[in-house]
């Protein structure tokens, strides 16, 4: 009888955990950015099977990779904002390469004020002779200042792109009362 019961005690135990991960996990609040939900997960989360993913395209070879700059969608330079605001970035780029952008390219940031943005933003598929609006979503600094972050665009050998003359693009903003930043040509 003893062993039937020592079986059994650590099932209900573990049952009840997961009850009061569940619950745990259900109250957690969500944080919002820009309308778009960031789950926050548990430390004692229970981790389920992942899901799989669609297989990464083929790298294609013999063909050229360069961009245009289009506009910036929002945040022009030196927009003034407050501080720990949160914004998204977003430009309007052209493929003027011969390849097709996809998930294997990125853009990538290499310089400057980061603000809480992510190092690598993948790419979603562009045919040569289309344009792509990619977003990158930041963070002002607590500090009044001006920033500037530096990305760029690389290929999936990892190469910066051309993108018209440069191969870097850039958010540049103000924060709080500074002087106004001299437009870029």
Same mark, same amino acid.
């Given at each position: 009888m003893k062993t039937k @019961?020592?079986?059994?005690?650590?099932?209900?135990?573990?049952? !009840? &955990?997961?009850?009061g991960c569940a619950q745990n996990t259900a109250s957690q609040p969500t944080r919002t950015i820009n309308s778009t939900p960031t789950a926050i997960i548990s430390s004692t989360s229970i981790p389920g099977p992942t899901p799989t993913s669609a297989p990464?395209?083929? @790298?294609?070879?013999?063909?050229?990779?360069?961009?245009?700059?289009?506009?910036?969608?929002? @945040?022009?330079?030196?927009?003034?904002?407050?501080?720990?605001e949160a914004f998204t970035k977003i430009w309007r780029l052209r493929n003027t390469g011969k390849c097709i952008w996809n998930v294997r390219y990125a853009l990538v940031f290499v310089g400057g004020d980061q603000m809480g943005g992510t190092v690598t933003t993948p790419l979603s598929e562009t045919p040569p002779g289309q344009t792509l609006d990619?977003?990158?979503? &930041? !963070?002002?600094?607590?500090?009044?200042?001006?920033y500037t972050g530096l990305y760029e665009l690389r290929t999936p050998q990892g190469r910066a792109m051309q993108i018209g003359m440069v191969t870097s693009i850039w958010v540049k903003i103000a924060v709080g009362a500074t002087n106004p930043i001299p437009a870029t040509p």
């Open positions: @019961i020592y079986r059994f005690v650590p099932f209900v135990f573990l049952m !009840i &955990l997961m009850n990464l395209p083929t @790298i294609q070879s013999n063909c050229n990779d360069s961009a245009m700059y289009v506009e910036d969608v929002s @945040i022009p330079d030196n927009t003034n904002l407050k501080a720990g990619i977003a990158v979503h &930041l !963070i002002t600094p607590a500090k009044d200042g001006k």
